[in-house]
């Protein structure tokens, strides 16, 4: 943790995380990633996007703006990316 005198900076890195009662394993962020940082996995009867190395992430955004349910988050005040208002 630094400070710049003046108070604490977060200096944590934003990482992408993804709602996964949301995902609907569609797919559509796997494909867009330009990294490839992400893969769907089957969860009993549900497949969801999981990302597998987040901190290469460069926080892009093609995968939020791909996401048709805005599942995906990008900051870290949990606010939603993507193309819903939901
Ligand atoms: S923000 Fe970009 S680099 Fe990060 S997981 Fe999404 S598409 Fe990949
Ligand atoms: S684009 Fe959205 S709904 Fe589709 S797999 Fe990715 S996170 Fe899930």
């Given amino acids: 943790m630094e ?3 003046a108070g604490v900076i977060d200096t944590s ?3 992408p995380t993804i709602d996964v009662q949301l ?3 569609c797919g ?6 330009p990294l490839h940082l992400i893969t769907l996995e089957v969860s009993g009867f549900r497949k969801n996007a999981v990302i597998k190395s987040p901190e290469k992430c460069t926080l892009c955004r093609q995968c939020a703006d791909a ?3 805005a599942a995906i988050i990008l900051n870290m005040t949990g606010e939603r990316e993507g193309n819903t208002t939901a």
Avoid: L, N
């Fill in 3 to 5: 400070t710049d005198g």
């Fill in 67 to 69: 996401c048709p349910v």
């Fill in 23 to 25: 995902c609907s394993g």
């Fill in 28 to 33: 559509r962020c796997v494909a867009a990633c």
């Fill in 13 to 15: 890195p934003a990482m």
